[in-house]
């Protein structure tokens, strides 16, 4: 029987230095898109997706992400006494349930398989599911209901792919496929950030993982791959064999908010998704092309 997955973990330690000066005392993660920022838009995609507890892995100067998931009563009262209830709950009607959110430290910058890592007591033994908030995607349904629609059929691990340019494979961590029926792929082996010549496929991951606890077995070897890092990919790779592991197509379109470009992207293409702007924001853009 397939255990259901209830937690979810939301690396936001980075610096954010590709954002700078914009990020010296803002997390990326609170960059807007549109209205939102970043990890509220991680965070609602988890709550669709039947995700009761969300773990934050926070580092230094990362107190606006917890300010933000957490009622603001000076704020909401002088919006009830005015009488704006349409912006009182824009504020309000999203905040976790208390206990529901909770935050631990990574207190070395060691990668992304570090701070999961990190999140080990949070989870315990159940299966659980990782969002980076850098990668949003505009889907509906979201990407992680999408993915745990499939989790129910198959299992294991499963992890958001797209394929991706050959010459683009030494910046992801890219599968080495089995089987491949154009939507879900089953991988025999993960390879992080491999030179085009020698990636395995064009076949990569991107920010939507559901993993199941035996990788932190691996992670507690502390083994660090490329870049010096303590890499998610090889953890999840070492598992393979003793864990069933597919890459799943997901229907949406996915957006890389750790570039400028990606990031102004994503801003025009949410407002163009929003009935109220769409119209003025196509205009917009007919005007400066």
């Known amino acids: 029987m397939v255990k259901p997955v209830r937690k979810a973990v939301f690396p936001v330690a980075g610096l954010g230095t590709r954002f700078l000066p914009a990020t010296k005392a803002m997390p990326k993660e609170m960059l807007p898109i549109v209205d939102r920022p970043l990890i509220q ?12 507890e969300f773990i934050f892995v926070t580092g230094r100067a990362k107190s606006a ?33 208390p206990g ?19 999140a080990r007591y ?6 659980f599911a990782v969002l980076l908030a850098d990668d949003l995607i505009l889907a509906k349904p979201g990407c992680l209901k999408q993915m745990l629609e499939i989790y ?24 080495d496929v089995v089987e491949d029926d154009g939507r879900l792929a089953r991988a025999k082996g993960l390879v992080e950030k491999p030179e085009p010549d020698a990636a395995p496929s064009t076949l990569s991951i991107i920010g939507r993982y559901i993993l199941q606890p035996e990788v932190f077995l691996e992670l507690d070897r502390q083994e660090k791959g490329a870049g010096g890092e303590i890499q998610l990919t090889d953890a999840m790779a070492r598992t393979i064999g003793e864990v069933p592991f597919h890459g799943f197509r997901f229907d949406g379109k996915r957006y890389d908010c750790g570039s400028k470009l990606g990031f102004i992207e994503a801003n025009i293409a949410f407002a163009l998704d929003r009935a109220e702007m769409k119209d003025e924001m196509a205009e917009i853009l007919s005007r400066l092309a």
Do not use: M
Request: hydrophobic share 35%; proline share 4%.
């Open 65 to 97: 992400i917890e300010d933000h998931f957490d009622h603001s009563a000076e704020l909401e009262r002088s919006l009830q006494q005015s009488g704006k209830e349409e912006a009182l709950a824009a504020i309000s009607e999203w905040v976790p349930e």
């Open 100 to 118: 529901q959110i909770s935050y631990t430290r990574q207190q070395k910058p060691l990668g992304l398989g570090h701070a999961v890592w990190c």
């Open 122 to 127: 949070h989870i315990h033994d159940e299966p």
């Open 152 to 175: 129910d059929d198959v299992g294991g691990n499963v992890v958001a792919v797209e394929d991706v340019p050959k010459e683009h494979t030494d910046r992801y961590g890219i599968l």
């Open 41 to 52: 838009y991680a965070v609602d995609e988890a709550r669709e997706a039947g995700i009761e």
